[in-house]
Nanobody, 127 residues
Framework: QVQLVESGGGSVQAGGSLRLSCAASGYTGSMSRMGWFRQAPGKGREGVAGIDTGGGNPAYADSVKGRFTIFKDNANNTVYLQMNSLKPEDSAMYYC????????????????????WGQGTQVTVSS
């Protein structure tokens, strides 16, 4: 099995930056894709960014394009989300996800593409 542990969340003022980390452990060779999702109070979980575990095919939600960057360090099985120019509407619990199922799956932003989830890390952006 694969375990995911997120870190790096916190409180920041609008315009600031944070870098989230998601460390994968266990049978990481079974992972094919990873992604970041977020969920604000009273809202559904939405895709923020996704990437293949080889580091290719990064994809982003329109709301974060040009501000967020997803990248992976294969040496330590960690995927990062660099978040710049943060806005109050970016405030949410951020979750890391991974796919270990057979096949490539569907859209990077679909919850059903992933079968492993972390516990989340809170990001709060104040105006």
């Amino acid at each position: 099995q694969v375990q995911l542990v997120e870190s790096g969340g916190g409180s920041v003022q609008a315009g600031g930056s944070l870098r989230l980390s998601c460390a994968a452990s266990g049978y990481t060779g079974s992972m094919s894709r990873m992604g970041w999702f977020r969920q604000a109070p009273g809202k559904g979980r939405e895709g923020v960014a996704g990437i293949d575990t080889g580091g290719g095919n990064p994809a982003y939600a329109d709301s974060v394009k040009g501000r967020f960057t997803i990248f992976k360090d294969n040496a330590n099985n960690t995927v990062y989300l660099q978040m710049n120019s943060l806005k109050p509407e970016d405030s949410a619990m951020y979750y890391c996800a991974a796919r270990t199922l057979r096949g490539y799956g569907g859209s990077w932003s679909a919850l059903s593409t992933y079968n492993i989830w972390g516990q989340g890390t809170q990001v709060t952006v104040s105006s």
